[in-house]
């Protein structure tokens, strides 16, 4: 069991510029996560669907976002965070 979690990323609208962002912090998300020995995997199958992008954003967001990735984190198998350059 790795203790994992379930994070979703959303934004106030869904625009060109909004999702780029978007995918932004999800990179810095990942790369900070990795240094610190975390594992993730963004599941992108529920955010393909209009419909469950609308549940997501009201149940998640309580319609105030636009969700723009999932992403589950837990403890990596290895567990050693990255030596700093």
């Not at 900070?32 to 594992?39: D, E, H, K, R, T």
């Not at 999932?70 to 837990?74: E, Y």
């Given at each position: 069991d790795d203790d994992a979690v379930m994070l979703a990323l959303g934004t106030d609208s869904d625009t060109d510029v909004t999702r780029l962002r978007a995918g932004e912090a999800l990179s810095d998300l990942t790369?900070?996560?990795?240094?610190?020995?975390?594992?993730?995997?963004p599941p992108t199958e529920p955010l393909r669907d209009t419909r469950d992008r609308l549940a997501l954003a009201c149940e998640v967001f309580d319609g105030e976002a636009q969700p723009q990735a999932?992403?589950?984190?837990?403890l990596n198998a290895i567990g050693d965070p990255l030596s700093a350059l």
């Open positions: 790369l900070s996560a990795a240094a610190l020995g975390l594992a993730t995997c999932l992403i589950r984190l837990g």
